[in-house]
């Protein structure tokens, strides 16, 4: 089905120049439009960063001038439509009728209620994607609707990402954002594990413009260190760059905690009177020594021992661990290691460590954000525990196979694709298949909203306004910012927050008879549904201002306005005693979930289990994800100028590797783990660590039913077919992407 972009501008219509961000990714980069034209039919004629921007300084990426590409999309939805089959000739045929809003909520409505009303709440699942968290308005108003449907089947790509962060902050700082963030503008030693920045323009770290600020690291004699399987844009610039045996960076951060003690370089300064636990921390970090750990890290003791001698030294010093070290068999390990080693060198609360960070509109102070809660109810099939209300996207499958009381049966996903994203996407696609009823908020028709009956598309970004309500959070640097809609949006077209808010209206109408508790209860529920509901996210924002005290500091929404390039709020600064959450104002460093696991890891990390496992994976490869800076996530394909060039779908392989199973450069294979396989072209490079492969995050376009023409002309593979969503951290079942199994089967 063909949808039509908006009509161009006249050529000699007026040019306007109007200010904005960029929500692709966490930079939340400020740019500067060219706009062409008045109303809905006006046209972005260029994209540009905005060089007043506090945060960002004129910093722009590819993915920003894709913008336009996303907005002018012939492939992107622009009316809900119901997906309709047909018997053919040839088999059944699928295909999108276009249907009006008010069709759309009742259908959506409505069959959300059956499937409640034969098999309980908890048979309607949920899952929210990446870009929830980019738009505000998922934020503000998304709550309204999913919190009436009652359910503990609630999925996002947090336990596909960075989940770890969160179980850590909350067991240390008492709150689950409460993550504090590398200064990287002023530390004089920064420690990287699993991440690339310069791809990713940081992660769980706002930080755009990454290169200019590691060039001024080094300018004033700081160093770079970067931990990774792979030479990665980042590595490649590094002082140093230590290619880990993936998986083992547990190992590793526990040897750098045990020479910190060995060696009596715990210097926790002002922070010391906050820790509880040290002693015991160190009886429980005993056994890994660098010695002891060598063999499965493939770093060498000495070089261990150097590095923790270097961090503790410095005199403002920070380790950041992202992907590669949360998404992996130890993930919660990884992340309580790294706080761990920041706050017993005195790194956390300081200047050049890490700081929380001071937003205008503070999520955690105003209570906008719960702080967490963990294993307070586990799946229904495997035991995997929820955190924050929501269960490890790893069992989502299993809980729509598995027949049984609770069998999710419904699903509402919100511009997320897990088909792509999330661990053994194949059984998962099979999975959505078999669903009674689906509901998709998204404006693509991909590989998961195939499955959906009703897609409800949202506009595009540059056609709302928008504030960072979490990623402000995050910041390397405190600045607000608000942004107006830069082109008007269509005609009938409606925002994500209408969206929402729309079916919470009709839902709780609807399922009035379902609702269980006092009348007086559900008439409260209601009056407040109704009334936020009818707010726009601005006027939420502006009430925000007030109630947190920063209208009266100056910054209110009318300020805001008059700066669309962003306030400068000032730099990090220590605040960490004041704004400490945890239970009695003092940080326990040994979680009751770390004391239980480490033990488990010693005969893992040292012993005769760590021999055999090396044995044992001498004739497999490990696979690693990467990224690319392009590309975010799997929806970002549809743009020719993202996608164009050399092919980026390839399997890094190292030469040893390569010699080994007799494979020549650009050779296509076919790489098979447990949950599946696929044909992919071989890149032969150095820049991998030797038993490692590498595939990128976010492709595999092929599948039948996608209606996105660009992407799917540069398909590729998806590397989650071959991940495992047995493969977990055994603490927080996060997804553990990195050193999956696989192995190369012979033509």
């Not at 509402?412 to 009823?437: C, K």
């Not at 553990?736 to 033509?747: D, G, H, L, M, N």
Request: aromatic share 6%; net charge neutral; with cysteine.
């Amino acid at each position: 089905m063909a949808h039509t972009p908006p009509t161009a501008s006249a050529a000699d219509a007026p040019i306007h120049t109007r200010h904005g961000a960029c929500n692709l990714c966490e930079a939340i980069c400020g740019l500067t439009f060219q706009v062409q034209g008045e109303g809905p039919q006006a046209r972005i004629i260029s994209v540009k960063g905005n060089e007043a921007d506090p945060l960002s300084r004129g910093h722009i990426c590819p993915k920003a001038v894709a913008l336009k590409d996303l907005h002018e999309d012939p492939d992107r939805l622009r009316q809900p439509v119901k997906r309709v089959v047909e018997k053919g000739a040839q088999g059944d045929v699928t295909r999108w009728q276009p249907i009006t809003w008010d069709e759309a909520f009742d259908a959506v409505v409505e069959g959300l209620v059956q499937v409640r009303e034969r098999h309980g709440s908890h048979a309607v699942g949920v899952y929210q994607g990446n870009p929830n968290v980019h738009n505000w308005g998922n934020i503000t108003h998304g709550h309204l609707f999913f919190s009436q449907l009652k359910t503990r089947a609630r999925f996002s790509a947090t336990s596909a990402d960075q989940l770890p962060h969160h179980v850590v902050a909350h067991w240390l700082y008492g709150h689950q954002l409460a993550l504090p963030i590398p200064d990287i503008d002023h530390t004089q030693y920064m420690l990287v594990l699993g991440a690339n920045p310069l791809a990713s323009n940081g992660s769980l770290m706002t930080v755009p413009d990454v290169r200019t600020r590691f060039k001024a690291l080094k300018a004033r004699g700081g160093k770079l260190v970067v931990v990774d399987p792979r030479r990665t844009e980042t590595a490649a610039i590094a002082d140093e760059h230590l290619a880990i045996d993936p998986g083992s960076d547990a190992a590793w951060l526990l040897s750098l905690v045990h020479t910190l003690f060995d060696e009596d370089l715990t210097q926790a300064g002002a922070l010391d009177p906050l820790l509880d636990q040290v002693r015991a921390v160190r009886e429980a970090v005993a056994p890994f020594s660098p010695e002891a750990t060598a063999a499965v890290t493939g770093i060498d003791a000495a070089t261990t021992r150097r590095i923790a001698r270097e961090l503790a030294a410095a005199p403002g010093a920070v380790a950041y661990g992202r992907m590669g070290v949360s998404t992996q068999a130890h993930g919660v390990v990884c992340q309580w290691a790294i706080q761990v080693i920041n706050l017993l060198t005195g790194n956390v609360d300081r200047e050049g460590g890490a700081l929380l960070t001071s937003p205008a509109l503070n999520l955690i102070q105003m209570k906008l954000m719960g702080p967490g809660h963990f294993d307070a109810w586990r799946s229904r099939v495997r035991g995997a525990p929820e955190f924050g209300g929501e269960l490890p996207v790893s069992v989502l499958a299993e809980e729509m196979l598995t027949p049984g009381r609770g069998q999710i049966r419904a699903l509402v996903t919100a511009a997320g694709n897990p088909v792509l994203s999330t661990p053994n996407g194949g059984q998962l696609d099979r999975a959505l298949s078999q669903l009674d009823f689906m509901v998709s908020i998204d404006f693509y028709v991909n590989e998961t909203t195939r499955h959906a009956d009703i897609i409800l598309p949202p506009t595009c970004f540059v056609e709302h306004d928008h504030y960072d309500l979490l990623f402000l959070h995050l910041a390397v640097h405190n600045v607000a910012r608000y942004s107006e809609a830069i082109v008007e949006r269509a005609p009938g077209a409606l925002h994500d927050w209408e969206i929402y808010s729309e079916l919470a209206r009709r839902y709780a109408r609807r399922a009035w008879a379902l609702e269980r508790g006092g009348v007086k209860a559900r008439l409260s529920g209601m009056l407040t549904r109704g009334i936020v509901g009818r707010l726009a996210p601005h006027r939420l924002l502006a009430i925000g201002l007030k109630r947190s005290g920063a209208a009266r500091a100056g910054l209110t929404l009318a300020r805001l306005r008059a700066h669309p390039e962003g306030i400068d709020l000032g730099p990090l600064k220590p605040s960490l005693g004041a704004r400490l959450q945890a239970r009695g104002k003092r940080i326990g460093l040994l979680p009751a979930g770390i004391r239980r696991e480490l033990p488990l890891l010693v005969e893992a990390f040292t012993g005769a289990q760590a021999d055999a496992a090396i044995a044992h994976t001498a004739g497999t490869l490990k696979l690693i994800g990467r990224r690319d800076v392009r590309s975010n996530n799997s929806w970002m394909h549809n743009s020719e100028r993202l996608v164009s060039g050399k092919p980026r779908c390839t399997l890094w392989m190292h030469p040893d590797d390569a010699a080994r199973h007799a494979v020549a450069d650009g050779q296509t294979v076919t790489l098979a783990s447990r949950t599946g396989r696929v044909q992919v072209p071989v890149q032969v490079t150095p820049d991998i660590r030797a038993g490692v492969v590498s595939l990128p995050h976010g492709w595999g376009h092929g599948r039948d039913g996608v209606q996105m023409q660009v992407a799917q002309a540069h398909a590729g593979v998806s590397i989650n077919d071959l991940t495992d969503d047995r493969l977990t951290d055994r603490i927080s079942a996060n997804a553990a992407f990195s050193a999956v199994p696989v192995w190369i089967e012979a033509s």
